[in-house]
């Protein structure tokens, strides 16, 4: 069993920066992909980032790709989601998710949520 908890969410002017984190409990951190989607009311959430258990592969969707970055420490248990050159497009609310298998790159995949924080962008 894996509990998340995202923070960092807030409103930002175009072009800002926010960081979200993500701290899990449990002791098999370190053996879970951790991945991040967002969704906004009436769609369907999806896909930002994810990182594979250790850290070395990182995996984005096209539209942030050299603007977001994910990255994870497994000593502490905590996933990041670096966000920079923010658009109003973004705005979502994001979840932070762990999944047991190492390819995971759909909702589907991912066995365990938090529970979201809002992300706003203002033009």
């Known amino acids: 069993q894996v509990q998340l908890r995202e923070s960092g969410g807030g409103l930002v002017q175009a072009g800002g920066s926010l960081t979200l984190s993500c701290a899990a409990s449990?002791?098999?951190?370190?053996?879970?992909?951790m991945g991040w989607f967002r969704q906004v009311p009436g769609k369907e959430r999806k896909f930002v980032a994810a990182i594979n258990n250790s850290g070395a592969n990182t995996y984005y969707q096209d539209s942030v790709k050299g603007r977001f970055t994910i990255s994870r420490d497994n000593a502490n248990n905590t996933v990041d989601l670096q966000m920079n050159s923010l658009k109003p497009e973004d705005t979502a609310a994001y979840y932070c998710?762990?999944?047991?298998?190492?390819?995971?790159?759909?909702?589907?995949?991912?066995?365990?949520w938090g529970q979201g924080t809002q992300v706003t962008v203002s033009s």
């Open positions: 449990g002791r098999t951190f370190s053996s879970y992909t």
């Open positions: 998710a762990a999944a047991r298998r190492q390819s995971a790159l759909q909702w589907y995949d991912y066995d365990y």
